[in-house]
């Protein structure tokens, strides 16, 4: 496991860099945000590190167990394509009544998220890849992830907060890491 001036160095020379959606990019869990759906554009947090971020030619992904039309729209806010987004897609019958979700995709099970970096991995070869969020299935995710960063500026997690070796409460934390280079 790496230390934290390591950890430090693998997201300041991150390949790719995942974030969790739900109460890490935005500050609500997402079955609140789609009973106020419009209102997520006003929920995005920190536009200012996805920016920073894709300024230096870091590839930017949402991975969430939240639900795909939230999180593509959250995309758009952050100018992160649709590509770059993993999460679970909601199914529907024919009359509009739901159907459940799509079980096939990787964030509908156990171990999901770390499966997706698995994927970026073989798929863009990157070498460091760096996961954001909240939550056990985000820390969860790390390894496949070569740094787990735990977020606490909108809910904190206390086994998060307390496993976490680097843990932030704004993002701020990480712009002012980013300008260290």
Known sequence: MASLLEMKEIFRNADAVCFDVDS????????????????????????????????????VFLVSG????????????????TANVFANRLKFYFNGEYAGFDETQPTAESGGKGKVITHLKEQFHFKKVVMIGDGATDMEACPPADCFIGFGGNVIRKQVKEKAKWYITHFDELLKELEER
């Open 66 to 81: 939240g639900f795909q039309s939230i999180v593509e729209h959250v995309a758009s806010q952050l100018n992160i394509p």
């Open 24 to 59: 890490t990019v935005i500050r609500e869990e997402g079955i609140d945000e789609l009973a106020k759906f419009c209102g997520v554009g006003d929920a995005v947090a920190e536009m200012e590190l996805v920016s920073r971020l894709h300024q230096r030619g870091v590839q």
